[in-house]
């Protein structure tokens, strides 16, 4: 099984995102979008 690791960049948050994911990046980004809270790992500063 394919994974994915993304580095995604907020303009408006200015605050990268880490992740990784079994998932196409495309799934991975519609289950962000639609409010999907089921991430593990801590925020960093």
Request: proline share 2%.
């Amino acid at each position: 099984m394919p994974c994915h690791f993304y580095i995604l960049y907020s303009t408006q948050r200015d605050r990268y995102y880490i992740g990784h994911t079994g998932d196409t990046l495309e799934q991975r980004l519609r289950r962000y979008f639609s409010g999907h809270k089921g991430f593990t790992g801590a925020q960093a500063a």
